[in-house]
């Protein structure tokens, strides 16, 4: 490819390319990009567009550009929600809560996709990948959280029990928390108290529990109190009551399955006498919950695991799909009852690490690559698969969608299903099973 003023993209596999006016493209070893009609861009995954056209990202400090995109409040609800069915009551109801671009999300999941298409054979093996709204109650999505939350800790927790020194007198142990709940909606405010109140609670017991040991002649415990470093590690999601609960009718339910709790895994030091270690865990819990809401809640849960020391993978399989499954669940039966929890979870997070497991922070809610070709793999081809993306003036660059049913008429086949057939994970990127 020679350089002239204005490079043009290398040809490739039928797709016309033309002059790029606006930026040079960076040359090899970066994978070839697709120029599309009206000014769309296949890039490759795993790269973005600012690799391949680094002076129209670079832009100066000292000017200002006008993005021409509608503010949140002057945003209206779209009548094509009415052609949905309960997805578009969904995004109503969102967007009457005041979650408006939640609602447009809401509305758009799994109903429309982007493209995917092969290097190597664009017009044979084309699909798409889905768009999911990743909003935190989802039926859609709660399987995505899942998976992405477990494929993100397991490796992490297991890594750590083999490569961290624990001491005698350890656990690892899932644990449960429950507020009291007089049947309100708990409110932003509130959900963010309660995550704090957990937080305290296994920090202090653990504390107290390190007294008891020191008073007792653990020099381990001893020497953990003064040096003031965290010695226990605590990963936990929150999650409401059901909407609807067998046979029993609501008015009958005190808080009509918005009681709010936590489900969670924790390593720390613990009591030979478990009903003894317990006790400090559910009255501390007493003392915070009475601290941050002004009522006591005594719903305090421990169970250890068995065999974690010997093989750590089957207790954290174990711990994280039970903590993670309600994750997956749907809480509600009504839209309605679907926008007040989002509502009240708007900006907060439901799964949180703390102690050492600080750092094994939650993974940002990002859209992934569509990564390898899975039909090209099979055939033992290496072949990534391009994505459409259109450059803003303002730097950036954004994902082209299509209705679902258009893209099927096309020829286009679900991405994660093609996966799924040919024996892949249907959810990775990365080329392997």
């Known amino acids: 490819m020679q350089e002239t003023q204005h490079s043009t993209v290398e040809a490739e596999d039928g797709f016309e390319l033309a002059p790029l006016d606006h930026a ?5 070893p970066l994978p070839r ?20 056209f680094p002076e129209h990202f670079k832009q100066p400090e000292d000017v200002e550009h006008e993005v021409d995109a509608e503010r949140e409040e002057d945003l209206g609800p779209d009548p094509y929600w009415a052609e949905l069915g309960e997805r578009g009551k969904g995004a109503q109801a969102l967007f009457d809560a005041g979650l408006k671009k939640k609602a447009f999300r809401y509305a758009d999941c799994e109903t429309r996709a982007e493209k995917a298409e092969c290097a190597n054979f664009p017009e044979e093996h084309k699909f798409f990948k889905r768009y999911h709204c990743l909003n935190r109650f989802c039926a859609y999505c709660g399987k995505v959280h899942r998976a992405r939350l477990h494929a993100h800790y397991e490796p992490l927790l297991v890594d750590f029990l083999r490569g961290h020194d624990t001491p005698s007198g350890c656990t690892l142990a899932r644990v449960n928390f429950t507020m009291r709940c007089n049947g309100e909606l708990p409110t932003r405010e509130q959900v963010r108290a309660f995550n704090q109140a ?6 202090r017991a653990v504390h107290k529990i390190l007294n008891i040991r020191a008073a007792a002649d653990d020099e381990w415990a001893a020497s953990a109190l003064k040096s003031r470093k965290a010695t226990y590690g605590i990963l936990f999601s929150d999650e409401t009551g059901y909407e609807t609960r067998g046979h029993i009718p609501d008015s009958e339910r005190l808080a009509h399955g918005l009681n709010l709790h936590a489900h969670g895994l924790f390593y720390g030091p613990f009591l030979k006498d478990w009903k003894e270690g317990w006790e400090i865990f559910r009255d501390t819990w007493r003392e915070e919950t009475q601290r941050a809401f002004g009522e006591e809640s005594h719903g305090c849960y421990i169970k250890h695991l068995q065999g974690w020391r010997s093989n750590p993978v089957p207790a954290i399989k174990h711990a994280l799909n039970h903590l993670l499954k309600y994750i997956s669940k749907c809480p509600y039966e009504s839209v309605q009852r679907m926008a007040e929890l989002e509502l009240a979870f ?48 303002t730097g950036g660059e954004i994902p082209e969608y299509w209705p679902v049913k258009t893209l099927e008429a096309e020829g286009y086949r679900d991405l994660e299903e093609v996966r799924r057939k040919l024996g892949f994970n249907p959810n990775d990127s990365s080329g392997g099973p």
């Open 198 to 203: 957990v937080r305290k609670t296994v920090r």
């Open 33 to 52: 990009i697709k120029q599309l009609p009206a000014g769309w861009y296949g890039i490759p995954s795993g790269h973005t567009a600012g690799e391949y």
């Open 346 to 393: 708007d900006r907060t997070r439901r799964v949180h690490a703390g102690g050492l497991w600080h750092g094994l922070k939650e993974p940002d809610h990002k859209h992934g690559g569509s990564g390898y070709c899975p039909v090209c793999k099979t055939e033992g081809r290496d072949s990534a698969l391009y994505s459409h993306r259109h450059l803003l003036p």
């Open 24 to 28: 040079e493209p960076v040359a090899t």
